[in-house]
């Protein structure tokens, strides 16, 4: 995905949105979103937003739950 820069100079380096739609336990799930705000803390990512996790139909073991990510390009590694 193409981003155009706001400034003289200025440079986004998040080049890629992704939809993520995460299936599993709750606490697999959970496990997950640290994973997220984990790799998040350390600038691979953006984390856009996670949703509330949301129950299966048919089964009591699993969910669902929803996350837009923005991950960073290979040559803003440094």
Do not use: W
Request: glycine fraction near 6%; charge should be negative.
């Amino acid at each position: 995905m193409d981003k155009t820069a706001t400034g003289a100079g200025a440079r986004d380096p998040y080049k890629e949105i992704c939809k993520v739609r995460v299936q599993s336990t709750p606490e697999e799930i959970s496990h997950f979103h640290e994973l997220l705000d984990r790799c998040e803390e350390l600038g691979l990512c953006n984390v856009i937003n996670f949703s509330e996790m949301f129950a299966n139909k048919g089964t009591r073991k699993y969910f669902r739950a929803y996350t837009d990510i923005e991950i960073r390009g290979e040559e803003d590694y440094e």
